[in-house]
């Protein structure tokens, strides 16, 4: 077996691990590098799509292979000399863009292997992305680009050609999903339905198993792939959160594999212990019910355990949670998948907007325009509501008009200083509404500071690390995600391989 980690080898994401033998290939997640890509790009300068893959290309923010997408390569773009890996399929840990967001460059016969839930979120993901012709999110269907010149330099949408989609093999049943994966609410074009597997019905050169682990998005899988040797892939995962027995079981089950590749987001930073989601519910009840007037809750969006959590402190304290158009169509978009009616007890946030989405007023406005709230019915009655909201969407709470209540950040530490001048932006905000802030504030310096407890990471603790691989015990560690892949040698030793970005290792 030949393990080649050509990206995420010693940063926080942009994973792709490529496993190879007797001509057989998979990729373990194919993420987007956050880190390099913002060596060039911030958030008003980006690659320009309609030279398909040229920039990322050039830039070295993908890898140089011969795997793309061919109606992404504009026509001076050679990349046939460069190596043709076989690719299975692409075997996605979850629905975090560092861990899929480069999945739509790949070339469109290549399978994708996720569970139901993070297939669902993806595709909502797609169907929910801002409209132009940006590609990065292209999953599993897409709009085939065409040269829109004899030279084919330049790439546009091919307008009369509906939108193709890859095959999807899921982890475990999932009978409605169908329906929903070759459904366009992004417009009158159709999507061409393509087969839907479930693992093991699919040849994938190696026996591929699935296990759920906990993280903070649904849908997180860790994977076992058996060829003439086993190697298990955690992706991300943690043990302290709702799901945590889940990953449990999953180290059980890892426990006779050859390599663990693991993440290792935690392993080099200064950590305090673990807070965990109950803490973060108990900590946020208590701000909540001394509350006087509106409180918002500012989380990741696609943290639904977080969501959850809020959902059962608003049940709690009397108030109602209303949540973005967004935020539904993703519970939608789960619903899909279990039969869950997420949306039940939670209110929308009617918008003041010119025109809506698609998707809105096919999915979310059809199926729960009786959920929908107005700002104005929040304004008349603040003390009753609990807003899911976040620094994106300050200006619509103008509509609003806050008068004091309680802001609480529920969500990762800012790194670098683009986003130290977000804190700084969002806290302006919030001081014009005058509300009392929790979970962060910021210093006479202008820098922002977090404050403990009302925020459980995704990542599993370095000192849960060690007892983890402990226990699976394999014979060799390959360390991934993590800024510190050095901490793994410094404690496993020999058995641990350590590999840089598009080195090879062969066992
Ligand atoms: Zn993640």
Redesign the pocket.
Known sequence: MKITVYDGADTIGGTKIHVEEKGNGLFLDFGMNFARYSLYYEEFISERSARGIHDLWHLGLIPKLNIYRKDLIPRDLDTSSYPKLPVNAVLIS?A?L??VGNVALLDGSIPLVGSPTTIAIIKALNDTAAGGSHFGMEIPYYKVRKNRDEEGHILEADRNSHYPSRKVILTGKAEQLNEFLFYSPKSKKKIIPNEVKTLGEEELGFEVKAFPVD???YGATAHVVEGDVSLAYTG?FRLHGKNGNETKKFIREAGNVSILITEGTRVGREEHENVSEEEVYENALEIVEGAKGLVVADFSARNFERLETFEKIAREAGRELVITAKDAYFLHALKMVDGADRLENVRIYGNFKATRQRWETLVVWENYGDRYISPFEIRANQENYILCFSFYDMPHLLDVMPHGGVYIYSSSEAFGEEQEFSFLRLWNWLRYFGFEVHGFKVDEHGKPVFERGLHAS?HVSREELVRVIDEIDPDYIIPVHTENPMWFKENWGEKTVVLKNGERWEI
């Open positions: 979850h975090h560092d861990h993280h903070s998005i991300d995704g």
